[in-house]
């Protein structure tokens, strides 16, 4: 697993599964809607790709690389909390089929950023 | 940053924390959601350290309160408390309080923790000329919110609402009030700060529920109430906000009063609804469905834990002609209807 610093996480594949991080999860608190982008866009690496609120906050969720959503996860649109309670697992956002390098981080790298973002 | 006497306890119940006012306050402890409807069902825990607490005393504390503040305080009898509001000479508020009236010639000025130090500093800068002692206090605030905040303090519950008395809860002195910011029955807890632990372990082993800031604000926002640097603004006079009621005009004199008596203002401030699951917020423009010119500002919204849709606060033009409106959402004009306030009343 890949990590931007967007705070979205992608699998190694060329169809990457994407999500949010636990960490971005904890600081939107209680997702409560979720929009994502509909298969069949075609995005570019930073690109809004879809829309997470909670009662706090809106935040946009961004392509964490190059191509196509080539499925979206309408488990989480039904019940955004998954998102909270199981963002690796259940509440994943949607596939990609990338086309280019994504530009992302190791584990390493993307805890030492968070680590400076909460210290 | 600076943190509460109940720092340590936050931490000790995993809080997620956040920046707020210079203070770093708990934000949620776990779901905020669930938080809310622990306020709403049965009884939240709040730790408000962070408020300005600001003792003004002395043979002329109560006729200077009605020179600074746009209330009558004087009016106020000893063990009540008033909603009131400092204003700016040209009307702008800056700052909403509450004023408990100790004794005579004492009275207990609650602000919002980013505006204490200019509560403070207007106060001491209004205060020439009169016999008073203005002093910021350094001392912790606890709130137990929600219907069943009369069982967490049990015998002492028989305080009127906006009164206080000096009472003594788990071993401690405290003050007691039955105020809060939430739209519910519920009591505020002045206490030293080394007794703040005392206290939050007693109301907790009550039963109430710890919850955080994310919280705080879906309730104030469903109850309707006003938060200073949205609803309420330098710019904003108590009348634009719908809050003339708590400007006394018919005082001689008080700051603010000759700007104040000839405020006409051009936007009202109205609670709206959408239908959509996207919620309007801080900053999204209200528009004429027909014509889509915009003819106000959202200065709150959120999704009602409570209602289960979203509402918003939104200043809107008086003269606005017709009467459908939409809010840009991000780009998505949802549907808004007007409705009186507050959105929930319990």
């Known amino acids: 697993m890949r990590f931007t610093k967007d705070h979205e996480w992608l699998t190694e594949e060329e169809i990457a599964t994407v999500g949010i991080t636990s960490f971005a999860a904890d600081a939107l608190g209680d997702v409560v809607f979720v929009e994502l982008p509909e298969v069949g866009t075609v995005v570019s690496a930073g690109d809004p790709a879809g829309e997470i609120e909670s009662t706090k906050s809106v935040s946009e969720v961004y392509a964490p690389a190059d191509g196509e959503i080539v499925e979206v996860n309408q488990a989480v649109v039904d019940d955004p909390a998954l998102i909270n309670s199981d963002p690796y697992g259940k509440g994943w956002l949607y596939r990609l089929r990338i086309s280019g390098t994504p530009v992302t981080l190791s584990d390493v790298e993307y805890e030492a950023l968070i680590a400076g973002e909460t210290s | ?346």
């Open chain 2, 1 to 346: 940053m600076r943190r509460t006497a109940l720092h340590h306890v936050h931490q000790r119940l995993g809080a997620s924390f956040t920046g707020f006012a210079g203070w770093e306050m708990p934000v949620r402890y776990g779901s905020d959601v669930a938080e809310h409807h622990s306020v709403r069902k049965s009884v939240g825990l709040f730790d408000l350290g962070h408020m300005g607490q600001i003792e003004v005393s002395g043979p002329e504390a109560a006729a200077f309160l009605d020179y600074a503040l746009v209330g009558r305080l004087s009016a106020v009898a000893v063990g009540r408390a008033k909603y009131t509001m400092l204003c700016h000479t040209n009307g702008g508020v800056l700052d909403d309080l509450v004023v408990y009236r100790l004794e005579p010639q004492r009275f207990l000025v609650v602000a919002n923790a980013a505006n204490a130090p200019i509560v403070i500093a207007m106060l001491g800068e209004y205060s020439g000329g009169f016999a008073v002692t203005i002093t910021a206090l350094d001392r912790a605030l606890v709130a137990v919110q929600g219907p069943d905040a009369v069982r967490v303090v049990g015998e002492h519950a028989d305080l009127r609402y906006y009164g206080i008395k000096a009472e003594r809860l788990a071993g401690k002195d405290v003050l007691l009030a039955r105020t809060g910011y939430t739209g519910e029955d519920g009591f505020e807890i002045y206490c030293a700060n080394a007794d703040a632990e005392a206290i939050w372990e007693w109301a907790q082993a009550a039963g109430a529920q710890p919850a955080g800031l994310a919280c705080r604000d879906t309730l104030r926002l469903e109850a309707g109430m006003p938060l200073y640097g949205h609803e309420l603004t330098v710019r904003t006079t108590p009348f634009h906000a719908g809050l003339g009621r708590v400007v006394a005009l018919d005082k001689s004199d008080f700051v603010g009063a000759a700007a104040l008596r000839t405020v006409t203002p051009e936007t009202e401030l109205v609670g709206l609804v959408t239908k959509g699951r996207r919620s309007p917020r801080a900053g999204h423009a209200v528009l004429d469905a027909v014509t889509g010119a915009k003819v106000g500002e959202v200065t709150s919204g959120a999704p009602s834990p409570t209602l289960g849709h979203p509402i918003a606060l939104a200043y809107v033009a008086r003269d606005r002609a017709g009467g459908s409106l939409v809010v840009d959402v991000r780009g998505t004009r949802e549907a808004a209807e007007i409705v009186s306030l507050p959105f929930y009343k319990r």
